[in-house]
């Protein structure tokens, strides 16, 4: 039996975890479960996998749960990030599925590692902001990171067995997203409707966002850089509107080795929960005939404009990815409450890429920092 604490239990990845969960029960068991705010979910989550411990950000919310569940026993609630920790570090779990959305998972992430436990990455904020301090201390503390992302699950299969093979490029695939051959004049007047309406992907709000901007592929190659010790300029982005293919790796003598499947993040979530082993998902197999092609493309920077900044705070280094990735966060708030234009996000990312002091080895203390700062900028002038 493997015991799971799941940060982030009730958006799209912590329920899907959940309902691998479900799908074998005899050998996976849920100790300890978070959320944000919908303790309505949460409730029903409690009352069917029965954590010991759960936690929930918000008082007010935890006071609430604490009271709609006074009938069981054996449940402590928790809050804040204290409440966090104490779910990332729970003495009975094994691995910890960190499902939160954004750098509110880095110091949760942290203190799991340092705790011994293996980390199934779902939050790529973590590496984004801190991969020069998550990947050293994983491997000092002898714990997994084992991606979640469907693009770095797949390079993560791929590699598999080839340890000792040179890797001459990773081939991260992006489906284009909603706005796909568009330019950016054509974006100017993107309604929040038109980008929530991804064309393969069942995600939560932020991320969707993202991956209309291709932000979020930007941030997926920081991370395939953290995750595999590979340097930016052997990574490569390949627009593949099917998400057939999920991405792949090219080594040394040419050999292009990837993973297929159906657009479905349960099977990265299964691997990771598992692995080494696979196990069955109760989910549609890919069926060749069916998908008929695969077609490939290049990216077009000019009209995703924030795909070629998180190139920019690539280079860069230092805090500016933090910028970079603070900003995108901000930025998406703003647009998901009808705040800025869609074109305004990278619009407002760049301007604090510009306007953020730069710091070479940030530590955790000075990522948090330019986190806020960040967050201050933009809300002194949006």
Request: proline letters at 4%; a negative charge.
């Amino acid at each position: 039996m493997r015991n799971v604490a799941i940060l982030g239990s009730t958006g799209s990845i912590g329920t899907q975890t959940l309902d691998i969960i479900s799908q074998n029960s005899s050998e996976l068991n849920v100790v300890a479960l978070s959320a944000g705010s919908n303790i309505e979910l949460l409730e029903k989550q409690i009352r069917q996998y029965k954590p010991s411990l759960v936690a929930v950000w918000d008082d007010k919310k935890a006071a609430e749960l604490r009271q709609n569940i006074s009938d069981l026993s054996g449940v402590q609630v928790v809050s804040q990030m204290e409440g966090l920790l104490a779910v990332a570090t729970i003495a009975d779990s094994d691995i910890l599925v960190t499902a939160i959305v954004g750098m509110l998972g880095i110091r949760p992430t942290i203190a799991a590692i340092e705790a011994g436990k293996d980390i199934a990455l779902a939050n790529k904020e973590t590496l984004v902001t801190a991969g020069h301090i998550i990947m050293p201390l994983a491997r000092k503390n002898q714990v997994k990171i084992l991606p979640v992302d469907s693009e770095h699950s797949a390079i993560f299969q791929s590699l598999q067995g080839e340890e000792h093979n040179e890797i001459n490029q990773i081939l991260l695939t992006a489906s284009g997203g909603p706005f796909r051959g568009m330019t950016w004049d054509e974006m100017q007047n993107v309604t929040l409707e038109q980008a929530l309406n991804h064309p393969n992907w069942s995600m939560g709000k932020k991320i969707t966002i993202d991956s209309s901007t291709m932000v979020n592929k930007g941030l997926e190659v920081m991370e395939a850089h953290h995750l595999f010790n590979v340097n930016l300029d052997k990574i490569t982005v390949v627009i593949h509107p099917q998400s057939i293919l999920h991405s792949a790796v090219q080594f040394n003598d040419g050999a292009v080795i990837g993973q297929m499947g159906t657009p479905d993040m349960r099977i990265p979530i299964s691997y990771a929960l598992f692995y080494p082993e696979r196990k069955p998902i109760n989910s549609e197999y890919l069926d060749l005939f069916q998908v008929g092609q695969m077609t490939f493309e290049k990216p077009d920077l000019n009209a995703f404009k924030g795909l070629a900044l998180a190139y920019k705070a690539m280079e860069q280094g230092g805090n500016i990815p933090t910028v970079l990735n603070a900003a995108n966060e901000k930025a998406v708030a703003k647009f998901l409450n009808n705040e800025i234009r869609y074109v305004q996000i990278p619009e407002i990312i760049g301007e604090c890429m510009e306007n953020i002091s730069y710091i070479n080895n940030p530590n955790l203390e000075e990522i948090l920092e330019t986190e806020q700062l960040t967050y201050d900028y933009i809300e002194g002038r949006y």
